[in-house]
């Protein structure tokens, strides 16, 4: 069974930084490329982040380029998103994603509050 659980959010202030942590099971993580997605209040899903299978090829939303950096351990099956520099406009739900043979999974996802 495919599961992905995000963790690592939380309150943090502006200029401050998080980092989030999927951890997954029930696949073999370094045969997939991942990705991060948010959701906003009141907004629809945006696309974050990805990364390929082998973590040499990275991809970055114009909106977090140069302030957010997605990595993996493939050894811990485990995808990561370190987020500097966050403004209060990064305020959302954080959720990661893959797709195995045309199925489509995504985590419960980790509210990330930027707030003074």
């Known amino acids: 069974q495919v599961e992905l659980v995000e963790s690592g959010g939380g309150l943090a202030q502006p200029g401050g930084s998080l980092r989030l942590s999927c951890a997954a099971s029930?696949?073999?993580?370094?045969?997939?490329?991942m990705s991060w997605a948010r959701r906003a209040p009141g907004k629809v899903v945006e696309w974050v982040s990805a990364?390929?299978?082998?973590?040499?090829?990275?991809y970055y939303a114009d909106f977090v380029k140069g302030r957010f950096t997605i990595s993996r351990d493939n050894a811990e099956n485990t995808v990561y998103l370190q987020m500097n520099s966050l403004k209060p406009e990064d305020t959302a739900v954080y959720s990661c994603?893959?797709?195995?043979?045309?199925?489509?999974?995504w985590g419960k996802g980790t509210l990330v509050t930027v707030s003074s």
């Open positions: 994603n893959t797709v195995l043979y045309g199925v489509n999974y």
């Open positions: 990364i390929s299978a082998d973590g040499k090829d990275t």
């Open positions: 029930g696949f073999t993580s370094s045969s997939a490329s």
